[in-house]
């Protein structure tokens, strides 16, 4: 495994809301962007996306992360559904909900999955939200109905004493993510009331596809100075690329274009963990529309990656924190009681990269407790050889999303 490479989602394969490039795609941006009611909401989304990924990797700065900020604010909306009070306004400082309404933010949400979903016919991008809950436990039909609405989730009262309840939700994660995440809960606690659950799949060809005759194995240069054997895939085409003195950028498209893979590589003498601290939502968008056409020699590992991680820390200590509370949290909203509170945030992720393109998925549950009970320049060829740590993200172009980002 290659050592602290860092991943971006709008998919998974990461998602994250970004301003497109001034090209063609302009003017569609434009109209899908007033689609999703505000551009501030994508800003306020970006932000959440950036500001995720730095908690997690400082929860684990020596660990490869690649995450989906789109999986998890898509569960933590539906969970958002059912706050009141204190919590329900730091989960809106949290994922940049604060200045809208309710309406607003589940339209947003509903618009934008939309969009992605139909962004590219050659692109396979899918997005399944569904919700279960403890059978007998009474959940208010308007929490239901909201997220029926605006998340297409599905619905499910489950017998969580039952020994195959583990194995039926189980079973709806691999479905929808093909196969490539199979498990997302390993038991049910007695205290758990409700799974509050988002997957979504990738799956995209290269438009300028990876000549496998040129693969070849060679070196992978870590951080701490030493060297693992990696398997490096060589390509040559026209492409997005912009370069100053601390990193170089491709953007490497899929399908039709509208789906793209984007690298940040350090400079000799910087690192990931600079480059990361520096990274807003504001500077992503400079390095994106920084990008100009060139002719690039593009070097680049092949991988495969799975993470699994607990998100509660991260979301705490970006403002979340009475949410995980037991006795603190109101989540009234849902079963009409201030009983509940979020237990765990489980995301996980799943990424293979390869000389035909990437496949990656990833799912986010918000498992729900009952405190109370317990049952640039053309013509000039360029070289970007990826030999050491490196960021990168799949976006979509006319929406600006980031659908996985590392």
Excluded at 66 to 90: H, Q, R, V, W
Excluded at 238 to 252: H, M, R, T
């Amino acid at each position: 495994m290659i050592k602290k490479t860092f991943l971006f989602s709008v998919i998974v394969p990461v998602l994250l809301l970004i301003s497109c490039k001034k090209n063609d795609t302009q003017e569609q941006s434009n109209t899908v962007k007033s689609k999703l009611k505000s551009a501030q909401i994508v800003n306020a989304s970006n932000k959440f996306c950036f500001e995720l990924l730095k908690s997690v990797q400082t929860q684990a700065p020596e660990s490869n992360l690649f995450i989906s900020p789109f999986s998890s604010m898509e569960a933590l909306s539906m969970a958002y559904n059912g706050a009141a009070g204190s919590t329900k306004d730091e989960m809106a400082g949290t994922l940049g909900f604060a200045q809208y309404s309710d309406k607003e933010i589940n339209e947003y949400n509903q618009s934008l999955t939309n969009a992605l979903i139909s962004a590219d016919e050659k692109v396979n991008f899918e997005v399944a939200n569904s919700i279960w809950y403890r059978l007998g436990f009474t959940v208010l039909q308007s929490f239901l109905d909201v997220n029926s609405n605006y998340y297409s989730a599905e619905v499910n009262a489950l017998d969580f004493n039952n020994s195959n309840a583990v194995t039926t939700i189980n079973n709806w994660v691999d479905a929808k993510t093909h196969d490539k995440i199979k498990t997302i809960i390993d038991e049910i606690p007695g205290n758990a009331i409700m799974y509050l659950i988002n997957a979504i799949y990738f799956k995209g060809d290269w438009k300028f596809e990876f000549d496998s005759t040129k693969s070849i194995k060679t070196d992978f240069f870590l951080e701490n100075g030493s060297t693992v054997q990696q398997d490096q895939m060589s390509m040559e085409a026209e492409i997005n690329y912009y370069s100053n003195d601390d990193f170089q950028v491709v953007e490497l498209p899929y399908g039709a274009g509208t789906f793209n893979f984007i690298i940040i590589l350090p400079k000799t003498g910087k690192n990931v963990t600079d480059l990361l601290s520096g990274l807003t939502d504001a500077k992503w968008t400079d390095i994106i529309n920084s990008m100009n056409k060139a002719e690039v020699v593009v070097k680049i590992p092949k991988f495969k990656f799975e993470l699994n991680v607990l998100l509660n820390a991260s979301l705490g200590n970006m403002g979340m924190k009475s949410a995980f509370s037991s006795g603190l949290a109101d989540f009234s909203g849902i079963d009409g009681v201030k009983d509940l509170y979020i237990s765990r945030v489980i995301h996980k992720t799943y990424i293979n990269l390869d000389e035909k393109g990437t496949e990656a998925a990833a799912v986010t549950a918000v498992e729900i407790g009952n405190s109370l009970s317990i049952d640039s320049l053309p013509h000039v060829t360029e070289y970007f050889v990826v030999d050491r740590p490196f960021i990168y993200a799949i976006t979509e172009k006319s929406t600006g999303a980031v659908i996985i980002y590392v």
